[in-house]
């Protein structure tokens, strides 16, 4: 963790020496990929990977990578990113091969990679590039992206060549590339929005060959993929809602890969020469969410006294045991150098207080609603449930569908669980908290914190926007309707089978796919 971090700190302070430099200009390059697999080897020989994914969007999911019901994690394979990032949270090269920022981090100019090709065999330019970012503006799609890249101006994405494309920004951001490192920031060819969801077309390792959400969806290798032959010769997604039931089903080799183990289901493989572990810190996070446009939580009191009760250190000893670290009532962790760190213990006299001066003194009864749809939701509403009790707060559980949790009863609801995927910080901080983000589950509102936030991206000094970053998320702690308990580490268990998975890497979405292979002959 401590090495993850200031390499990042370290690396961040390097590049903001450079902006500050009003006659430079910063300039990142790198080298191209080299493939991993033999390019002789044939299809047949190689493996089959069996993954599941949750059916959390009801029959709505999506092939539009950046469509609010997107279909993870098919567009992981389908589609790649101009950026990806690494370990250490830094942007790293996909089809964008360098970019440089003017003196004022306000015109960004990236150059693409050359000789890449879709799955239909036409050449990727940066007019693919212009069409993807200029749809995901688009009112009528209501993209929760929109709000991470508000600050790129849609009307004035510069396509000088075919492998060169320039965003012009609405204002200053000096991190800017990390918000291409989106998960979803993932490029479609020009014109192919009439018939992405019957035919998605990308530049990934994998294409679609059957689309069938409630059985297995089944992905081929792009054997012509930029990054080298894939080692797999295919992907099957197998729907299953169920958290009990993918433990299941990776136990009765029904698949091969299990991502999110609920920590408690461990000692089903420790010791198992069957299975590989790996589990690694990240900045994932679990919380319970408050509508602030909702009584009781449209008084201030209310949600600060909701977040006294809570005792993160029991949650976490109840939840996930040592598997992750405390949070603070904001969602940027310990691997990202704008963290802000807090002392913040449970104080049931003050949580009392606080109910008592907005009008209920005899405590108040709240339904929070939760499902399986993650392994952690329903444990943490237990625990919650026993600790809100002491302040006053009685909390009647209403465990729901997992199948129609999200369209349902997420953002419907005025308290309800939710958990959430790493991000940088300017990125989460506006797309979860920023008034009229689609993805603002809270619904709150801070003319405070969002002039901090727009200042912070416009300061080319590190230790300024540092501090501007943490009075922000001081404001959302104080304010805000999250309560956001703990950081979850990742524990995957993966069939012993699976081979090129980084035991080292946290995020799913930046696993280099391409290089997975299958090894029948390597179980004792």
């Known amino acids: 963790m401590t090495i993850i971090k200031w390499t990042s700190f370290a690396l961040i302070i390097f590049v903001s020496l450079l902006l500050s430099a009003c006659e430079k200009e910063v300039v990142v390059t790198a080298t191209p ?27 709505k999911e999506s092939f539009d990578p950046t469509s609010p019901t997107r279909f993870i994690p098919a567009i992981y394979f389908v589609y790649d990113r101009l950026l990806g990032r690494d370990e250490k949270g830094l942007a790293i090269p996909e089809l964008a091969v360098s970019w440089q920022a003017d003196a004022m981090a306000q015109k960004w100019t990236f150059k693409l990679r050359e000789g890449v090709m879709f799955h239909d065999g036409k050449p990727f330019t940066s007019a693919d590039v ?75 390792p994998f294409k679609l060959e059957k689309f069938d959400l409630d059985g297995a969806t089944v992905l081929i290798a792009n054997d012509d993929y930029w990054r080298g032959r894939p080692g797999l010769s295919g992907i099957t997604l197998v729907g299953i809602a169920d958290a009990e039931a993918r433990v299941q089903a990776l136990l009765a080799d029904q698949i091969d890969f299990l991502e999110a183990l609920n ?79 807090l002392d913040r213990p449970q104080d049931i006299e003050q949580a009392k207080a ?33 600790q809100a009790a002491q302040a006053g707060i009685n909390v009647e559980i209403k465990q729901v569908p997992s199948d129609d949790f999200w369209s349902e009863y997420w953002m419907v ?52 926007r540092i501090e ?32 090129g998975i980084p035991l080292d890497k946290f995020d799913f979405d930046n696993i280099p796919w391409h290089e997975i292979r299958i090894e029948e002959n390597s179980l004792p």
Not at 37 to 58: D, F, K, N, S, Y
Not at 158 to 170: I, Q, S
Not at 308 to 319: E, G, N, S, T
Not at 482 to 497: L, S, V, W, Y
């Open 33 to 59: 990929h080299r493939p991993s697999i033999p390019m002789g080897e044939p299809a047949a020989e190689r493996g089959i990977l069996r993954m599941t994914h949750l059916q959390q969007w009801a029959g």
């Open 130 to 204: 212009a069409y993807t970012f200029q749809h995901i503006f688009d009112p009528e799609l209501e993209s929760p992206l929109a709000a991470v890249l508000e600050i790129v101006d849609s009307q004035a994405i510069e396509t000088p060549d075919d492998l060169t494309v320039v965003f012009n920004l609405g204002s200053a951001h000096a991190d800017f590339p990390l918000l291409l490192t989106d998960y979803r920031a993932r490029v479609i060819p020009t014109g192919s929005l009439d018939s992405i969801e019957e035919n998605p077309i990308g530049t990934g």
């Open 263 to 341: 920590p408690d289901h461990g000692w089903l493989f420790e010791g198992n020469p069957e299975f590989t572990i790996r589990e690694v810190p990240t900045g994932y996070w679990q919380a319970f969410v408050m509508n602030v446009n909702k009584a009781p939580f449209d008084d201030v009191r209310v949600r600060q006294a909701f977040k006294l009760a809570l005792d993160r250190q029991a949650m976490i000893d109840a939840v996930i045991k040592k598997h992750g670290s405390i949070a603070y009532d904001h969602p940027v962790w310990a691997g990202d150098p704008y963290q802000l760190m």
């Open 354 to 386: 606080l109910l008592a001066e907005a009008g209920y003194p005899g405590g108040l009864t709240v339904e929070l609603y939760v499902s399986d749809i993650d392994a952690f939701m329903i444990p943490m509403a237990g625990v919650y449930k026993e």
């Open 413 to 464: 609801k005025a308290l309800v669980g939710t958990h959430w995927g790493q991000r940088p910080a300017d990125q989460i901080l506006n797309e979860a908290f920023r008034c009229g983000a689609a993805w603002n589950e809270t619904y709150w509102c801070n003319e405070t914190y969002e002039q901090l936030l727009d200042d912070a991206r416009k300061e080319l000094d590190l230790a300024r």
């Open 468 to 499: 501007l970053y943490q009075k922000a998320q001081q404001v959302l702690v104080d304010e805000g309707g999250a309560i956001i308990p703990f950081f979850t580490n990742e524990i995957d268990i993966m069939n012993a089978r699976v081979k």
